[in-house]
């Protein structure tokens, strides 16, 4: 379903305009002078995480880097003392502002950072706005029924589980009323471990198309794989349908073999004129990797072959 790009991968850290360890899991927006921005994790070598922006004409080629991050880590900060990770960016025309979603890291553990920004070059405000275990989360571009909808997912300690849910909130600062979406499936499915979502989700005239990851435990350690699932457009807190196989998998040798391996982990997309879909993930915690697909044909796969 998804295509990968010739140019896989197509940023790694010796593309940095300064030392670091790794560059991966980034989010993905359109920036106003009509680049591509993608806000990628970049590990240095102390083992800690910042936000930095990267940005290019065609999405997969001749990326410029800023050398000051976004966000960094935070030495007098227990939430964010040891940085910043995984951002989702979902571009909000109400507030005429880019919302960043990302993981906060200290000794409390992970937990969901919410900032605004007016270009992805400078933050305007930033609050820890959802306690630990949480990450994974991402704001709907619009109201829904009057309230700001986040997808994020919680670790529930007593039952160690881990699925994507929904909260919402009136000022993107409290959130309230937490329930659950998309929920691990139990046994040997590819998703059984764990799921998170992947980029925002995006609005088509069928529904919210989520893409997500999903993970699976075995004797050699977890795989994470990509899959997909439809959202109800007004009552996004219930699937239409979901993909019963993966989307994408890790194959190729950065995918398979890196920091972290046999992980292919999305964070942003973005959505051409065309219908074309440009999804970015991170490969094996090391580099990035960009892969398309076809909006109408995620949507014929989960309407008429999806399971509920």
């Excluded at 076809?294 to 309407?303: E, G």
Aim: charged share 20%; hydrophobic share 40%; aromatic share 8%.
């Amino acid at each position: 379903m998804f295509t990968r790009s010739e140019l896989n991968p197509i940023l790694t850290a010796d593309d940095l305009p300064f030392d670091a360890n790794v560059i991966f899991n980034p989010g993905a927006a359109r920036l106003r002078d009509g680049r591509v921005g993608l806000l990628a994790r970049v590990e240095d070598r102390c083992g800690l995480s910042s936000l930095h922006l990267a940005a290019s004409v065609d999405g997969v080629s001749n990326w410029t880097v800023e050398k000051q991050p976004l966000l960094s880590p935070q030495p007098t900060d227990r939430w964010c003392q040891w940085g910043f990770e995984d951002a989702r960016v979902s571009f909000v025309p109400e507030l005429d502002q880019y919302v960043i979603t990302c993981t906060a890291y200290g000794p409390p553990g992970p937990c969901v950072y919410l900032a605004t920004s007016p270009d992805l070059y400078t933050l305007d405000t930033g609050h820890v706005v959802i306690p630990p275990e949480d990450k994974n989360a991402a704001l709907f571009p619009r109201r829904i029924d009057g309230s700001w909808l986040l997808l994020h997912r919680p670790v529930v300690m007593a039952s160690n589980s881990a699925d994507i849910w929904v909260s919402r909130s009136d000022d993107l600062i409290s959130w309230r009323d937490p329930q659950p979406v998309l929920l691990r499936r139990s046994g040997g499915w590819w998703d059984a471990s764990r799921v998170g979502i992947a980029p925002p989700p995006i609005e088509t005239s069928e529904g919210w198309l989520q893409i997500y990851h999903g993970v699976r435990n075995t004797v050699s350690g977890a795989i994470y794989r990509v899959g997909a699932a439809l959202l109800d457009l007004d009552e996004p807190w219930i699937v239409r349908r979901r993909t019963s196989e993966w989307l994408l998998s890790p194959v190729d040798p950065w995918e398979r073999v890196g920091d972290v391996g046999n992980v292919v982990f999305p964070c942003g997309a973005i959505t051409h004129d065309d219908g074309r879909i440009d999804m970015y993930y991170g490969a094996a915690d090391t580099v990035i990797c960009m892969a398309t697909a076809q909006l109408s044909d995620l949507l014929d796969l989960l309407l008429n072959g999806g399971t509920i």
